[in-house]
């Protein structure tokens, strides 16, 4: 009896082990050996051979951050947290430990994380992207994390709708006219992966243009806050939203 006590003491104890040393990674987020580049609104974690890449986000997100801030209407709190990776493997365990590398897409390239920022380098090559694209993208993270900051409950269609919209990530034509419009329960998913395979980059980003084209940013914004209810805010459904937005993707 002792011997078998014994036994499922020791296997626990592996298990959990296990698990602490599979999620350590996420909880561990600045780069090994990190140096660290500050200004009003960030603060970015790097590694030491990546002076250069580091050097380049730290500009653009300084240079952009005010003009973003302001276009949310939303005021600075306190600077975001930006962690630079050199490699796509690093960035993955950052995710949700080492089990992320097992289905992590290979075109991914950043994430925000309870308001943070975490990205590869720029100068990382990346199936997919370019450098320029790499780049941009962490404008795309910046807006995530401050719609973290104004509204924690915003659907993720709406949440990447905004970052693609506000970091000028314009798609191209084929992006969303070779797709099937997403359903409504489509649009709903909190699924990254089925996101991107349905054109959710391209569809939210067309999304947010429509509502803006036709409601005014102003309506864009209160809604994003959490400020009312479809009806509330634009005085229509989300159906009827949904409908005039299919009319706006048909005829363009």
Partial sequence: MKKKKGRLFMIVTSVLLLLVLQTLPAFILKPWGSKTLKSYFINLYYQPSDEKGAR????????????????????????????????QNQLAIREAGFITLTFAPSWHIGDSHWGNIMMVSP??????????????ATLHELVHAINYRINKKLSYFWDNGLATYLAGQIPDDYDYKSRTIPSISDMDTNNGLKFASMGGYAFSYKYIEFLDNIYG??????????QGSYEEVFGKSE??????????????
């Fill in 239 to 252: 159906s009827q939203i949904y409908d005039e937005w299919c009319i706006y993707l048909r005829s363009q």
């Fill in 217 to 226: 940013w102003d309506k864009v914004i209160a809604y994003a806050a959490g």
């Fill in 56 to 87: 380049e986000v730290f500009d653009l997100l300084s240079e952009k951050s005010d003009e973003i801030y302001e276009k949310m209407k939303f005021p600075r709190e306190e600077p975001i947290d930006v962690y630079i990776y050199k490699t």
């Fill in 123 to 136: 100068n990382t090559p990346v199936k997919g992207h370019t450098h320029d694209s790499i780049l941009t």
